[in-house]
């Protein structure tokens, strides 16, 4: 079976980043993570065997930890500010792409449009952007429009980790509504998600008859790129860790793609590399 890995793959520069500073040793056994910082056991694990303590949003009461970090996923601003006036020193390890659509959403709002984000409301980068602005919608599929019910001017933003052909089939349809006379679009969607995307299509392309996708189960664009493949009508699995590959899955292939999301360590890559060239032979 030919072996054929994603031109672009794996973790990106906002969560390596968020990932090294959270291990630099001055922070060990001193820092509280609000969030998850990564949607990946395998770097959980190793974040927490470094003394990181890991919790939500709504848990911010149980911090006894001189640092809090911010992830790479972001924060809105009054977050911030609450962690600070509780006397914690905040470690902000908000990626510039999400800095940068916050600015955006705000820049919209204050031009006087109303901002639509559209994205999965429950996610927390989403959340961050939302705490930012006065009033907005997030729109996750169409049948969440008549959240702009009655608005002229709609400027529009995407959380980061989404496909561009989505988001533009939800401009398409906003765009239909006859109360919207004016309508914004700036492009939100970050480039190494873009990179990934891209990739995937060329590896569909080039004939691929089954697919394998590392990355954390929670993990939104993980699973994005999982979805690419089975659209194509071809055999997916979405794996986490090595141990989930089963040798069934390639009897009779060919072709196999390997791809994996953003917070997915190349170790781990490594590994589901290896495991499947013993498996398929
Ligand atoms: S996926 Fe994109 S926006 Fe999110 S942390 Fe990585 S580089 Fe930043």
Redesign the pocket.
């Known amino acids: 079976m030919k072996i054929t890995l994603a031109s672009a793959m794996g973790t990106?520069?906002?969560?390596q980043d968020?990932i090294d500073l959270a291990l630099d040793p001055q922070y060990r056994d001193k820092l509280t993570v609000v969030g998850q910082l990564v949607h990946n056991p395998q770097t959980v694990e190793r974040l927490e065997a470094n003394g990181v303590r890991i919790i939500e949003r709504e848990e911010i009461d149980t911090i006894q930890t001189e640092h809090v970090m911010i992830t790479?996923?972001g924060a809105a601003e009054n977050t911030k500010k609450d962690l600070e006036g509780r006397g914690y020193h905040v470690l902000d390890a908000s990626?510039?792409?999400?800095i940068r659509l916050h600015k955006l959403a705000l820049f919209l709002e204050r031009k006087g449009y109303f901002p639509v984000i559209v994205g999965q409301r429950d996610h927390v980068?989403v959340k961050g952007v939302v705490g930012d602005l006065k009033d907005c919608a997030v729109i996750g599929d169409e049948s969440d429009l008549h959240l702009i019910d009655g608005k002229p001017k709609i400027g529009v933003v995407s959380q980061?980790?989404n496909r561009l052909e989505r988001v533009n089939e939800i401009i398409a349809a906003i765009r239909n509504l006859d109360h919207v006379e004016d309508l914004r679009f700036i492009d939100t969607i970050?480039?190494?998600?873009k990179d990934r995307q891209q990739a995937i299509f060329d590896l569909v392309h080039a004939n691929i008859d089954v697919g394998v996708v590392v990355g954390g189960k929670n993990s939104s664009?993980t699973r994005k790129l999982y979805d690419v493949i089975r659209d194509h009508g071809i055999d997916a699995y979405h794996i986490a860790d090595v141990d989930e590959l089963q040798a069934d899955w390639f009897k009779g292939k060919s072709h196999l793609g390997i791809t994996a999301g953003?917070s997915t360590p190349q170790d781990v890559i490594e590994d589901v590399y290896n495991r499947i060239n013993d498996l398929a032979n």
Request: hydrophobic share 35%; proline share 10%; aromatic share 4%.
């Open positions: 990106c520069f906002g969560v968020a790479a996923h990626c510039p792409l999400v980068e980061t980790t970050c480039q190494p998600v664009n953003t």
